[in-house]
């Protein structure tokens, strides 16, 4: 009997039970923060800019410390407990908590109320996520995951203008019925905050037949994680500076949620203003990571990366400046966009450029350090305000919450500025230049092929990657076709070239020094262009090279850690910028590569095997820089197959058999025409 398998993870009905319980239970936590700290404000009114800004600072503390104090406990406590009915009581208690709070309506039960809740948090989360593997099959798992990711996030535009409404809703019935005058305008938020937590009950309750124990979630702590992760991954520079620029992006729109209500306050907005103000951070990420990418698709990944955290920076510095709501809140959709931006590009970076070993590791580790950025970001940058406290600068307000959004915003400036030169691709590209043909939708290539008839491709890789193997089944399959075809190859395709190869590669010649390596490939190359290259590209013939000018970036740039940009300005000078077509990358892990190899290692392959680590990273890099320009292989597929994903590609480019002249000329003829 076959068993069938469910089209979609929302087709498993209990599993839909329980997302439908996470869904509203989110929504009800984001109302929770709104109307809390909106409270916070309102009980404080008129005490103060300072206290009511540690009045909110204090909710956000009580909302953080549990976590932080007791996770790792509450974790191992959830596993030892029936799931569902932890869940059901958890749900019950923080009903029936949330609900006192506009009861009693002071500040002091806020604060108890709001770490009560949270302890309760640490039970209900760890048993939901334990028994969310109980309801789906293995392979539905990510699904599920990603499933949780978007109710838990995107819940928070939904919860903030939900907020807004009801508070304008509290606030327009108070002035209208006289008898409601008691009714404070976050107590609506609270009610549906807490009949969220009712509804995700009564949906959990009905969860029958869930596996008391097995199968539990150790929660380790954060700390931890984060120490041991950073062990790993904070050894490679690129994933250092995506970390940082990623976590200042999380720290900048910390820094605009944390001091929001007390700045929308001091703008003269009212709590759906505070709404308003917080859902444009989530609406302007949304767009961010749906459009951004796509407008400034020209952009390399990593200049976009970096571009996206200045400009955040820039932004959240004229929010902290400009004094008007209106202003305010169109600036926080930027400001959002650009965040949203930076995440999206950097989690595409992890997945591109870091090696599969360190991916998990990166993930998981920014999973938890961005949590605790954001926690720590919110919950400090109140107190801080309020202990800043106002200013006067001439006419001129100049307030904490001014203070704090200023000092976030220049600090996303600096990483930014740090990640744009740290992590740039497009070395002696001016960032201006790409940055208008990125938006006009075109990528600027300073150094393009000039226009000529031929097609030019390089294969690129490490050692023994299989470069020879397919540029020669390449040119096989073009002759066949009736191309006129020059197969080549660097170092060693001139008369000189084949003397400075003798030198390069002799395993005797040791101690030659980086820079004189770089210059003799640069030397051969100037040849080989000159000699070789273009003058088949002018006579309309397609080259195919075995290894350019990427091969220099990889293995003396990376490999011998020269400057990317000297190296990249010698060979655009060698060359006269000449830029392949399409270049080729067989990419294939030096550890298989090298084996590959018979007869004795010449100088550069005898170099060890971290060197030739650094030149596949770089290969990898530059592909995945310009995606139009690279078709990236993986070199460990049969010949065959490798042969046909690059006959496929190179198919794209191939001129027009017929040479547009003489479709010029059958074109006037009559026959021909009709
Ligand atoms: N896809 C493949 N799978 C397994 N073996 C391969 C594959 N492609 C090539 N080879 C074999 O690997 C060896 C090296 O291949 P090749 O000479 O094409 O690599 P290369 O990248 O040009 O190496 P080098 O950098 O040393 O010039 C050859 O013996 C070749 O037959
Ligand atoms: C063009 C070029 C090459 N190299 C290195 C890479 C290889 O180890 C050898 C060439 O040998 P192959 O068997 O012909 O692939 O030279 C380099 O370091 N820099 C370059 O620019």
Known sequence: MTIRRPAHVLAIAPFRRLWMAMSVCSLGDWLNILALTALAGNLTAGQGFQTQSLA??????????PAILLGPLAGAFADRFDRRLTMVVADLSRFALVLTIPLIGVYQWVIVAT?????????????????????????RLEQANQLNLLVTYGTAPVAALLFAVLSLTGDMARSTVPALSWLQPTDLALGINAVAYLVSAALIFTLRDLPRRGGGISTPSVLKQIVEGWRFVGRDQLVRGLIVGMLGAFAAGGAVIGVAKVYVVSLGGGDAAYGVVFGAVFVGMAAGMFFGPRLLAGLSRRRLFGLAITVAGLTLAAIALIHNLVIVV??????????????IIGYTLIGLEVEDSLRGRTFSFLQ??????????????????????????GAYV???ANLVLLVGGVLAMVVGMLALRHMDDRRGVPLSEDLLAALRGERYAPGVVEEVPGVFIAFEGGEGSGKTTQSRLLAIWLRDQGFDVVQTREPGSTKVGMRLRAILLDAAEKGLSARAEALLY?????????????????????????????????????????????????????TGGLVPHLTVLIDTPPSVGLTRLGGAADRIESEPLDFHERVRKEFRSLAAAAPERYLMVDGT??????????????????????????????????????
Request: glycine content about 6%; aromatic content about 6%; proline content about 6%.
């Open 56 to 65: 909110v600072g204090g909710v956000f503390l009580a909302k953080m410390l």
């Open 115 to 139: 770490l009560l809740v949270e302890c309760v948090n640490l039970f209900w989360v760890p048993a939901k996520d334990a028994t969310v593997p109980n309801l789906v099959p293995k392979e």
């Open 330 to 343: 169109m600036l926080t959709v930027a400001l959002g966009a650009c965040a949203g931006i930076a995440w």
């Open 368 to 393: 938890s350090t961005a949590r605790v950025t954001l926690l720590l970001v919110v919950a400090v940058a109140s107190p801080v305000a309020g202990l800043f406290g106002t200013h006067l600068v």
């Open 398 to 400: 100049f307030d904490g």
């Open 522 to 574: 640069a030397a051969d190359r100037a040849e080989h262009v000159e000699k070789v290259i273009r003058p088949a590209l002018h006579r309309g013939a397609l080259v195919i090279t075995d290894r350019y000018v990427d091969s220099s970036l990889a293995y003396q740039g990376a490999g011998r850690a020269l400057d990317p940009s000297d190296v990249s300005k010698v060979n655009a000078w060698a």
């Open 637 to 674: 597929l049969s010949q065959n197959e490798i042969s046909r994903i690059v006959q496929d590609r190179v198919r794209e480019i191939l001129p027009d058999p017929v040479p547009s002249e003489s479709e010029d000329i059958t074109g006037t003829m009559p026959a021909i025409r009709d």
